[in-house]
């Protein structure tokens, strides 16, 4: 039993949960004090009996919470039904992706219309070939309330196929492997599996496993063949603060394990063909040193910021890898996100202020030049790019009002070729939209800049309605591609904004140190100036403005309404880190102990002060907060379902308004929510049905 357990047992046979019998009244969380003292201060948890998912009057509170909630949205319903329905309109429900050709197949995923989940298919030599199923999510999916897939990965010789499932919604992804030859399994739930890939002999498989706190901390070598033989261990990483991923390069013969933290990697390879050798290491870990390695003749593509904050390029021969040498010349005004080898070029994909950029450079020549794009917001990045001996590449380019357009795109030529646009049925027109960019000033004068989309015609009076989407964390950027769910906002006139605010790398490196740590209150405030901006230019008035955010986003909005009660009118919240503190002391926690690099581990005194200053559930007050809708799952792994939950029952015994405050648990997913993808948009449906709502929007 944990240290927790015992006494949260107790507590709950001495005092049940006190909830509302009737579903329009919100239901009232019992208080069960509970201490918690740290660097001799003590706090009281009223909620911390929230956190044993398995007790049942937990499971009753939370049956109580989605009651109250569908009760206040019931007079939406049919609003939700109709916007459901118009996002369906807007999408093409039977459908194919642009094919991949990989070692002498073509692979793809297609969707029909009235069935949840893909089904993952190839042809062998040309598209013209007979189609070969290779896995239907919706016949795996039979009989089980949630599923998702993992990775895929086929066997060199494209004989077998090795796969994960998660049936939980707990990112518990179970390995398979399947014989295409004969379609049956021929290794079913090996281990729970996160990360897996192939030896070169098409017999060995290499596999990551993870701890009780689902860090990834083993590497296994499972031989096929091997009769009655157990997994040999590969590697173990002790260090709690990193965890091991696993990869192949694009030319096949290095497979690569790096030991990974917030701040620090350290990576080993090893051949292919040789999967009986010893794994090497490129290069030891050191603080503040990370970097990631590919592989092309004999020589590793290392992309490091030892010296260059904003990383750089250099090469290591594999017989010597300790001895780099620069590739290419450090700019600290470029942003190197990814390094993609190929037989004759290398394509960097980049930030050049804010932007998304791809730099192409020939091996022979040294010839460089940069895919060019004549929009002003918008996204690129590399698609899918299996082969190594190409002069080509697939990129995927998109902006707020252009949907996901595919090219195939020549190296040598410079020419393009549009393999798919991602097609939106109905009446849909970009040209109907407006995107542009503006400037927040932060408090510290820190200009941070903000994409906006809308309807041509909007008029800068403050009349009409806006969403602002934050998140601000990790290092992730904020992609500025197309959703046709959010076209049902821009339609009944909204302004939808993108907070690129510090805490993610929109702006380099530099804009993700400034937002994390003992610098993290810069998301928060950065998060409020660009509200504050939209406001003062009139794009939206303050009783016009709805904000939302997920997980670490989540945490941004709650953090921000502390500071700034008033901020706007309604808010969503999903799946929301808010009880920072505790969950950063408790190592069994997924995540935590990897993420004190990230915000910072309270058992040092100066870190917990800082934490203080902004952690959500710690900082509630007394006062009128906007209305509110908080999204969780019962199953997530990433953020537990307790947090969300206790934040609602703390802010609904503080709060002085009476705005709604509403609660929606799902009780058979994880982190994203709904895994079929007509169950999401009916999620995304209850969603927007809520926001127009508070602004007076029924239809």
Request: proline residues 5%.
């Amino acid at each position: 039993m944990s240290r927790f357990r015992f006494a949260l047992v107790l507590a709950l046979l001495a005092a049940p949960v006190a909830l509302a019998l009737d579903p329009a009244v919100p239901p009232v969380a019992k208080k069960v004090p509970h201490k918690l003292t740290e660097h001799g201060e003590t706090r009281t948890d009223d909620y911390f009996w929230i956190k044993d998912k398995t007790n049942k009057n937990v499971l009753k509170y939370l049956d109580a919470e989605n009651a109250h909630t569908a009760k206040r949205l019931r007079p939406t319903e049919k609003f939700q039904e109709q916007l459901y329905k118009e996002f369906l309109s807007r999408i093409k429900q039977t459908d194919e992706d642009a094919p991949v050709r990989d070692r002498g197949y073509w692979y793809y995923a297609r969707t029909v219309e009235g069935k949840q989940y893909p089904i993952h298919c190839r042809k062998k030599g040309t598209l013209d070939a007979p189609e070969e199923v290779l896995l239907d999510g919706n016949e795996l999916a039979k009989g089980q309330k949630f599923f998702s897939f993992g990775p895929q990965r086929v066997s060199p010789d494209g004989n077998l196929l090795a796969y994960a499932t998660d049936t939980t919604g707990f990112r518990e992804y179970v390995l398979h492997v399947k014989d295409l030859r004969t379609g049956k399994l021929v290794v079913n739930k090996l281990a729970k599996a996160p990360q897996f890939e192939w030896a070169a002999d098409n017999k060995t498989l290499f596999y990551t496993t993870e701890d009780e706190a689902k860090r990834a901390d083993k590497v296994w070598k499972h031989t096929l063949s091997a009769v009655n033989q157990k997994d040999e261990l590969a590697y173990e990483e002790k260090d709690e603060l990193f965890w091991l991923e696993l990869s192949k390069s694009r030319d096949q013969k290095v497979l690569f394990h790096s030991s990974v933290s917030y701040g620090s990697t350290e990576v080993r390879f090893l051949p292919s063909d040789k999967p009986g050798d010893k794994w090497r290491t490129i290069r030891k870990r050191e603080r503040d040193h990370e970097y990631d390695a590919t592989h092309r003749d004999s020589v590793f593509f290392v992309r490091t910021n030892k010296g260059a904050t904003n990383f750089k390029v250099m090469t290591a021969p594999v017989a010597t890898p300790e001895k780099w040498g620069e590739f290419i010349k450090y700019d600290p005004a470029v942003y190197v996100e990814d390094v993609s080898v190929f037989a004759r070029h290398v394509v960097l994909s980049v930030r050049v202020g804010g932007l998304t950029q791809l730099h192409v450079r020939e091996f022979k020549t040294g010839a460089t030049h940069t895919v060019d794009f004549k929009d002003t917001v918008f996204d690129v990045a590399l698609s899918s790019n299996p082969e190594f001996d190409t002069d080509a590449i697939r990129f995927t380019h998109s902006s707020l009002v252009s949907p996901d357009a595919e090219y195939r795109y020549d190296l040598n030529t410079k020419g393009r070729e549009l393999l798919k646009q991602k097609e939106v049925p109905g009446e849909y027109k970009p040209a109907d939209y407006a995107t542009e960019r503006v400037n927040a000033t932060a408090p510290d004068g820190t200009r941070v800049p903000i994409s906006l989309v809308y309807k041509k015609g909007l008029k800068r009076d403050g009349t009409a309605p806006c969403l602002l989407y934050g998140y601000g964390a990790y290092g992730l950027n904020m992609t500025m591609d197309f959703d046709a769910v959010r076209v049902s906002l821009l339609d009944r006139g909204f302004v939808y904004a993108i907070a690129h605010i510090r805490g993610g790398s929109d702006l380099g490196r530099g804009w993700y140190d400034d937002g994390k740590m003992l610098k993290k209150m810069n998301s928060f405030t950065d998060f409020i100036a660009c509200a504050d901006h939209l406001v003062k230019e009139k794009f939206c008035s303050r009783d016009k403005l709805a904000i939302e955010g997920a997980s670490a986003g989540g945490l941004l909005i709650a953090a921000a309404l502390n500071l700034r009660p008033d901020l706007c009118k309604a808010a969503v919240l999903k799946v929301p880190f808010v009880d920072a503190i505790t969950t950063m002391l408790d190592e069994s926690i997924p995540l935590t102990v990897q993420e004190f690099l990230q915000w910072g581990n309270p058992k040092v005194k100066v870190e917990y002060e800082y934490l203080k200053t902004y952690c959500p559930y710690t900082n509630i007050k007394k006062a009128d907060y906007p209305a509110m809708l908080v999204m969780t799952a019962l199953n997530d792994s990433q953020v537990l379902f307790h947090e969300p939950t206790k934040y609602v029952a703390k802010m609904r015994a503080l709060r002085t308004d009476k705005h709604p405050l509403l609660l929606r648990c799902n009780m058979d997913a994880g982190h994203g929510g709904a895994s079929g993808r007509y169950d999401h948009l009916k999620e995304d449906a209850l969603v927007l049905a809520f926001l127009l709502d508070q602004m007076g929007i029924s239809k």
